[in-house]
């Protein structure tokens, strides 16, 4: 079973910035793709960021230009960098893995941008 861990997560002002990183148990080079997720109050889940085993990186369109996608084999970790934090961005933040059509998810990390 694998296991992701998210840390990062926290409350910053507009137009500040925030690092979220996901651990992985494993060797994430296994996996076809790695993500993060997000789901705010009252929406549905959102696809923010992927980047597939081939390093080739895709972001939603609310997103793209403000936040980058990264991974560090060495590590085995995922990290996902948040500048210019909108209150929009408010959802909780969740990892996951995927390997052909079985994913893994980290618990979530909360993120809140407020004045």
């Known amino acids: 079973q694998v296991q992701l861990v998210e840390s990062g997560g926290g409350l910053v002002q507009p137009g500040e910035s925030l690092r979220l990183s996901c651990a992985a148990s494993?060797?994430?080079?296994?996996?076809?793709?790695m993500g993060w997720y997000r789901r705010a109050p009252g929406n549905e889940r959102e696809l923010v960021a992927t980047?597939?085993?081939?390093?080739?990186?895709n972001y939603a369109g609310s997103v793209e230009g403000r936040f980058y996608i990264s991974r560090d084999g060495a590590e085995n970790t995922v990290a996902l960098q948040m500048n210019t934090l909108k209150p929009e961005d408010t959802a909780i933040y969740y990892c996951?893995?995927?390997?052909?059509?079985?994913?893994?998810w980290g618990q979530g990390t909360q993120v809140t941008v407020s004045s």
């Open positions: 996951f893995a995927r390997t052909l059509g079985r994913y893994s």
């Open positions: 980047i597939n085993v081939g390093g080739v990186t």
């Open positions: 494993t060797n994430i080079f296994m996996f076809n793709e």
